[in-house]
């Protein structure tokens, strides 16, 4: 499979948009539900926030690759524009890590999810658009969205915040 070569990779974008809406949706749908109560928690509005966009934000970079007929190129400022879209809205709805949580926990599911998906698409964009396939073109997509969804399933399961803690941390 070349890097370069949207074709090659519907396969993958069709799994990864049918997968993330489906994430997406029930996120929305229990965030749309528990409304009142979200929005009363101190922090918890951002932590909703930040799990939506981890989640849904791989569909958009599949509906891109799955356009047809596009130049290569086009595909890269998609999503590039993508990436600088995504990027500010996600460093503007991490929360600071609370007392209770581990520091390793806060990195893997607000920071590191958060940073590989914006640098991971900017990437593939940027290898699309210079017509180099050594920077990794879209192999940067399946790391981006495993780690976003990762991110974004622990920031909207666990209890608290923090899945290594399994519990409230009194927010």
Known sequence: ???????????????????????????????????????????????????????????????????????????????????VVVGPALLSSWRRRSAEQPLWSWLLNSVLSSVVLALGLLLAGISLVADAPGLGGLYWLPLATALAWLGGLFNACAPGGDPALGRSSGR
């Open 1 to 83: 499979m070349h890097p370069l070569e949207a074709e090659a990779w519907s396969d993958f974008a069709v799994g990864i948009a049918g997968a993330g809406a489906a994430l997406t949706g029930l996120l929305f749908v229990a965030v749309s539900i528990n409304l009142e109560r979200i929005l009363s928690l101190p922090g918890i509005p951002g932590r909703a926030a930040h799990a939506l966009i981890l989640l849904a934000t791989p569909v958009f970079a599949a509906i891109a690759v799955l356009t047809p007929g596009q130049p290569s190129w086009a595909l890269g400022a998609e999503l590039i524009v993508i990436a």
